[in-house]
């Protein structure tokens, strides 16, 4: 399809890839790409607008029900130089889940096997779908620095970015960053200032961790974050 014949619904994320452009869909629940040369719109994940009621694991990525996708990254793996793989790692609304583009089963990414063509759930806890409160708080807290990333529980993840082999995530709601290492463990980027609700007025509660500038993205799309 012509990209200029697609009708869009919250456009969010972009990313250029191999020669096209990659954009998220918030509202429709995919994530298309365009080929420049041509003008054609395809989508590479996502099949309708229905928000799923539960989690599929190695879901073909032609048959992925995602729920409102937002950021997202093409990492090149095991590294840039020498890749066997494409995987795209994807935020919504309390999960990060990853694509494997291209290339044989990965083995181990980020705790995780990923058959080709497949997603799966690599962060947040698929038994948790209402994303509607802070687990960084209460004694004990869920969520905790060392845990495994897969039974974290987020709460409106935006963005991601991939540095040295770990994966960065904002979630929004929490005013928190987070990271997961290679073996699929989570920590704060932000130590003991995670917290609810939403954006706060002030960058002090964020604190002050030098990995918030990490790449020309947008972290947090909110002019309370603007520096």
Not at 37 to 45: K, Q, R, W
Not at 111 to 124: A, D, E, N, Q, Y
Not at 152 to 180: M, Q, S, W
Request: charged share 15%; glycine share 6%.
């Amino acid at each position: 399809i012509q990209a200029s014949s697609v009708t869009l619904s919250r456009p969010y994320k972009l990313e250029f890839f191999d020669g096209e452009l990659y954009f998220s869909e918030i509202t429709n629940n995919r994530i298309r790409k365009v080929n420049l040369d041509t003008g054609i719109t395809s989508v590479l994940i996502g099949t309708t607008s229905n928000t799923p009621s539960s989690f599929t694991e190695n879901n073909d990525r032609n048959a992925e029900n995602m729920r409102a996708p937002r950021g997202f990254k093409v990492i090149a793996w095991p590294n840039a130089l020498n890749p066997t793989n494409y995987v795209l790692v994807y935020a919504e609304q309390c999960h990060i889940r990853a694509i494997n583009l291209s290339g044989p089963t990965i083995s181990n990414f980020m705790g995780f096997s990923i058959l080709p063509g497949k997603v799966r759930t690599i962060i947040g806890d698929t038994a948790y779908a209402a994303c509607n409160t802070n687990h960084w708080s209460g004694s004990p807290a869920h969520n905790f620095d060392g845990m495994d990333a897969i039974f974290a529980k987020l709460f409106n993840p935006h963005d991601i970015a991939f540095i040295n082999g770990e994966i960065y995530v904002n979630d929004l709601a929490t005013n928190c960053l987070v990271r997961v290492n290679s073996m699929g463990k989570l920590y704060q980027v932000n130590p003991n200032k995670c917290q609810s609700p939403g954006p706060s007025s002030s960058l002090g509660d964020l604190g002050s961790p030098s990995t918030t500038v990490l790449e020309p993205i947008a972290f947090y799309p909110d002019s309370t974050y603007s520096n």
